[in-house]
């Protein structure tokens, strides 16, 4: 029942009531029924209460709820309880009357205005999302196009057909993670739970601060992850049954840096010639003014990443 009224007071206040229906006349009663009863309790414990004063609030929320005509109704309507209920001399009736009618019209005036803009925001983000939902299905209809292209050109060459196909679903993937983002950002954290979820998480850790990348770093960050966990599990700990990969990560001030620790793995010695993955990461850690260090160990492999995170990045 509570979770109910909440989700119905959170509409009420998003999308209001609509205007000259009885819905909001209905609302326009009740709140000048609450504000009668707040009179009531005053007067009841002693209270002062200014005639007039206490009408406004239900004013106020009878205009934003149902518009104009439910804002009036209730203007008139406590107009009438008050005169009924309360005598005084005619002059000073009339002018409690005018200053609270043109108050009242004040009021509601301004709620109207408030309606409006409400109204038209509430509308400019419907269309932002289904603007969003249309680039997203045109994005995936691209990368399939994309990867239907890839695999009939090197039908013959399955593996580097796979390595690719590979590549571009990461960055797929983390395109549908940044249109979904309020503030087009990807988180690091989700990143890395989405490109190591193939392999026995049980052998992963990962550990660090939750940090938001903007969408040119979250896409390299996928590409650089998405490479180094497919080497990984061709040469590295993913392939060896007690291999172990830790993953920490830390914020600097304004300097993210990322540790990719393999343990227990197969021994591993720098390629005489790097690949075009290594040269790939390489490139996109560059392409954001970072370091990369590779540490080729008996163990496994060890990498540190750093790289400048954005000015303009989102708060964490």
């Avoid at 999308?15 to 006349?25: E, Q």
Wanted: with cysteine; glycine share 6%; charged share 20%.
């Amino acid at each position: 029942m509570a979770e109910r009224f909440a989700s119905w007071w959170r509409n009420l206040a998003r999308d209001g009531l609509p205007p000259n229906s009885l819905a909001a006349f209905t609302f326009a009663l009740a709140c000048v029924c609450a504000a009668v009863l707040v009179c009531a309790l005053f007067d009841l414990f002693g209270g002062d209460v200014l005639l007039y004063t206490i009408y406004y609030p239900a004013i106020l929320l009878a205009s934003l709820a149902g518009g104009a005509a439910a804002g009036f109704f209730a203007t008139f309507l406590s107009l009438a309880i008050v005169l009924s209920a309360f005598s005084a001399p005619v002059v000073t009736q009339a002018a409690n009357i005018i200053l609270f009618l043109l108050s009242s019209s004040a009021t509601i005036a301004v709620a109207e205005l408030y309606r409006g803009a409400s109204r038209r925001l509430h509308d400019e983000e419907k269309k932002r999302i289904l603007l969003m939902r249309e680039l997203e299905h045109r994005g995936k209809n691209t990368f399939a196009i994309v990867q239907s292209i890839v695999k009939q050109t090197l039908h013959d060459r399955k593996d580097a057909a796979d390595t690719i196909v590979g590549r571009i679903r990461s960055v797929s993937a983390t395109n549908d993670i940044i249109t979904k983002s309020e503030h087009q950002t990807a988180g690091l954290r989700t990143i890395l739970e989405r490109e190591l979820d193939p392999y026995d998480r049980a052998r992963v850790s990962l550990r660090g601060p939750e940090v938001q990348l903007n969408a040119e770093l979250a896409r390299s960050f996928a590409l650089i992850i998405h490479e180094l966990a497919t080497n990984a599990a061709k040469y590295g700990s993913l392939r060896e049954p007690h291999g172990r990969l830790s993953v920490e990560w830390a914020l600097n001030g304004e300097q993210l840096s990322l540790d990719w620790n393999e343990t227990d793995g197969a021994a591993l010695t720098a390629p005489f010639e790097p690949g075009f993955g290594t040269r790939l990461v390489t490139r996109l850690v560059k392409a954001h003014r970072g370091d990369i260090i590779p540490d080729f160990r008996s163990d496994g492999l060890r990498v540190r990443i750093t790289v400048p995170m954005p000015a303009d990045r989102p708060a964490a």
